[in-house]
């Protein structure tokens, strides 16, 4: 199998590289001048198929109603336990890495996002998806879908045992990778904090050359989506362990501490 | 007071989530052709007028009472809950389908409609937007559509058809949808 020769693109590495110092340099001077800068920019012309894709007004504040102040529910009849470790689906020991990811969603006050529903997806340990558009001429794993769920626990923790999942190539410019990531998928305790996000893993190459991950312009919020190797969630003989907290921000109703027994 | 803790930022939802976030039964709140049921469906375009084959929708709403859904049972759906709460992803055409209820008014006097949210492949967070409902009369006291333009107001209303309702939605353009912050 060759390469794949759908979305040829002229446009090197260098190309792309010097558009995403541009538009750091030009969000950081943004940021010095005391305007609000969107992490990520949703308009990001690196990320080729964002031009068309991006609202070019800005939103609307709206002040929010009952229902978004409120989550959707979700319990044991949705998920089963089994959903968090992907490394079961197979009748055999999927190939790669074997992690455990683990960490915390709360709410900008710290306060835990408990019972709610974490869906993650990602690559195998080749950089392939199973996804009949995935054109990646890397091996498919018979052991191994990539697809995962859980609730998180009374103080908000979820927990995934996984593979590493490998970096890929994509079709926005010559030799363009994706580092490695995994999807994320989150409810918080209102919709106005729903979150689809990429987890990525600690000094990873790619991160400076990849324009979806630097359409987060600050630093400090592109490193809050890459794990912290944690050798406490390592376990002996068997797996590497990642921590990943995740903070869900945006309006919500009045906390309530939880009723006694209700843990 | 501490200072609040800062967001994690979103990132987009890429193009093959296809095989992991819809499921059996997302986009049904209620099956479909059941007594009171609609179907709520329109079209996701980009900034060309070109359809979007690779959009996911999520909706959450009242009941048809009015009151908030609190109850388990999205994702294994058993005919007789509502949740409130459906996914649909878009088609080849850009097309997406829920069936569902019309929401009620939550308090006396407000206008009813569905809270939407959209993630697309190109598309690098998450969107926020509301469904209203045509002709609704409420709608005319609403403190966000009374606070917009009549184009803008546009946007935001669906229209009724034989099966229910239509709306859809522009991520770009000279009909670009109005989208919210909650901040
Ligand atoms: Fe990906």
Known sequence: MTAPTTKQSVETQADLSAEIAELEKLSIEADAEGQNVRQPLLDYPPYRSSILRHPTKDPRHADPETIELWAPCFGNSDVDPLEADLTIAGSNEPIGERITVSGRVTDGEGRPVRNQLVEIWQANSAGRYIHKREQHPAPLDPNFTGVGRCLTDSEGRYRFQTIKPGPYPWGNHINAWRPAHIHFSLFGRAFTQRLITQMYFPSDPLFALDPIYQSITSQKDRDALVARYDHDLSTPEYSMGYNWDIVLTGPSRTWTEPEEGDL | ?183
């Open chain 2, 1 to 183: 007071m501490s200072t609040p803790d800062r967001p994690t930022p979103g990132q987009t939802i890429g193009p093959f989530f296809g095989y992991a976030l819809p499921y059996e039964g997302d986009a049904d709140l209620v099956p479909p052709g059941s007594a009171g049921s609609i179907r709520l469906h329109g079209r996701v375009y980009d900034g060309a007028g070109n359809p979007i084959p690779d959009a996911l929708l999520e909706i959450w709403q009242t009941d048809a009472d009015g009151d908030i859904p609190q109850a388990e049972g999205s994702l294994h759906r058993d005919g007789w809950t509502f949740t409130g709460w459906g996914r649909a992803d878009t088609d080849l055409n850009g097309h997406y389908t829920f069936s569902t209820v019309l929401p009620g008014a939550a308090k006396d006097g407000a206008a009813p409609f569905f809270a939407l949210t959209v993630f697309a492949r190109g598309l690098l967070d998450k969107l926020h937007t509301r469904i209203y409902l045509p002709g609704h009369p409420a709608n005319a006291g609403d403190p966000l559509l009374v606070s917009l333009s009549e184009d803008e107001r546009a946007t935001l209303v669906a229209t009724a058809d034989a099966t229910g309702l239509r709306f859809d939605v522009h991520l770009q353009g000279d009909r670009e949808t109005t989208f919210l912050t909650y901040g």
